[in-house]
């Protein structure tokens, strides 16, 4: 038997087919375009946690047992800019690195060990709540992000020992205070992790894990 269509029918069909593709699109923007894209620069607060060993003061959050003592505070645009400034006047940098896409650290570390404390911000790393994955910026990310500046080696010259960026040995009773820079927070978050692995105190290494809720300013 067969089956003729009429334009009215075949018309109908099309209809059919385009208001169901639509509904599909749309569907699919809301399953995977839910997450709203940073506008602002995210302002963050340390989480309280029962774990021995952690404590929480005003915006710092601090690790430390017998051997160790290991504190990050997240810094706002202005702190930020006042700490390059500081180390390098008309830094280039200090505008970009405070836009919203970049989060900041001032991280301490003091050795209160007998032994050799180090410290590798390669094995660093911060999640957020859109499941990002970012790595500390090292001095090849800032020659790149420098490149386009006039005398960039001059630039990253005058932040050395500002950030972190290859491993730091630090004796007993030395300590250290350097930035720890993330990049590419393109989306609005309400949590992040900054997880430090193997974290080496004389033979021995350890594990830690510093949680922040995060808003937009």
Not at 114 to 127: D, E, Q, S
Not at 129 to 154: I, R
Not at 158 to 172: A, C, H, Q, R, W
Request: proline fraction near 6%.
């Amino acid at each position: 038997m067969k089956i003729y269509y009429t334009p009215k029918s075949v018309a109908a069909k099309i209809i059919f087919c385009f208001t169901l593709l639509s509904a599909c699109c749309l569907l699919s923007t809301v399953l995977t375009g839910c997450s709203a894209t940073i506008k602002e620069h995210v302002s963050v607060k340390p989480i309280q946690t029962s774990l021995p060993g952690y404590s929480i003061s005003g915006q710092r959050i601090t690790y430390s047992n017998q051997d160790i003592k290991l504190s990050i505070l997240p810094l706002n645009p202005p702190e930020t800019r006042k700490i390059l400034i500081d180390k390098a006047q008309n830094n280039p940098l200090a505008e970009i690195l405070t836009r919203p896409q970049y989060m900041v650290f001032l991280l301490d570390i003091e050795n209160l060990s007998r032994a050799k404390i180090i410290y590798n911000p390669a094995l660093t790393a911060l999640h957020d709540s859109e499941m990002g994955f970012h790595k500390p910026l090292d001095y090849t990310d800032l020659y790149s992000l420098a490149g386009s500046l006039q005398n960039p080696e001059h630039t990253l010259n005058n932040m050395k020992g500002l950030f972190y960026d290859l491993s730091v040995t630090l004796e007993p009773g030395q300590q250290t205070s350097r930035l720890l820079l993330f990049s590419g927070i393109e989306e609005v978050i309400d949590k992040l992790m900054i997880e430090m692995k193997e974290v080496y105190i004389g033979t021995s290494t350890i594990t830690l894990s510093f949680d922040f809720i995060a808003g937009e300013e």
